[in-house]
């Protein structure tokens, strides 16, 4: 379990985390991503269109 940033609920997190991984927190649908494993540290995914260009 890490701490959502946004709303401060718990999120879970998957046994295997990676870091990059992309999770939604249940409590305010925030997009959320892993951005560093030892300790987890969550932050705020950037709200990305479906544009991946190249
Ligand atoms: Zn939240």
Known sequence: MSEC???G???AISD???E???LDCE????ELEILALG?????EAPE???????
């Open 5 to 7: 940033p946004v709303c």
């Open 9 to 11: 609920a718990e999120v």
């Open 16 to 18: 295997d985390p990676v």
């Open 20 to 22: 990059g991984e992309l």
């Open 27 to 30: 409590e305010c649908g925030a």
């Open 39 to 43: 300790p987890i540290t969550l932050g």
């Open 48 to 54: 990305m269109e479906e544009d991946w260009g190249e």
